[in-house]
């Protein structure tokens, strides 16, 4: 490593990252902690049989979909099982889901069409709250 600094070898991105006045590297963290999975694993397995809804959305802890893209999804009305379409209203983006049951009974889920995994929210690009959504199965 002879004729070779430490500020040789760091890279100019790097050096701007250390500054703690510059607030860009936040916006590269985050986005990189967001899946980006096209869609989702379960993509491949959706079949669309006519049926749809619209509404609000609502989000779910999980572990699941952060490493392997499974998203899951809690909705009324459709069968366990079933790969749903989810198509945020705002931006377009869509997530593919399986539905594990029923929205559970209680005061965070009046007014939901569905909820979704935390993992298939943040790759619509959805952090917390409601959104609008499209659902389709």
Do not use: C
Request: aromatic content about 8%.
């Amino acid at each position: 490593m002879a004729g070779r600094s430490p500020k040789a070898v760091m890279p100019a991105a790097d050096t701007a990252a250390s500054n703690s006045r510059n607030p860009a590297p936040v916006a590269t963290v985050s986005s990189v902690s967001a899946p980006h999975f096209g869609g989702g694993k379960f993509r491949a397995d959706f079949t669309d049989g006519g049926k749809s809804v619209t509404g609000q959305a609502g989000i779910f802890k999980s572990t699941s979909g952060w490493q392997d893209g499974k998203y899951y999804a809690l909705i009324n009305d459709v069968p366990v099982g079933t790969i749903v379409r989810i198509t945020d209203q705002a931006t377009g983006k869509s997530v593919y889901a399986k539905v594990l049951g029923q929205l559970p009974d209680m005061k965070e889920s009046v007014g939901l069409t569905v909820r979704l995994s935390n993992a298939a929210a943040a790759e619509l690009g959805e952090g917390e709250g409601r959104f609008g959504v499209g659902v389709s199965w």
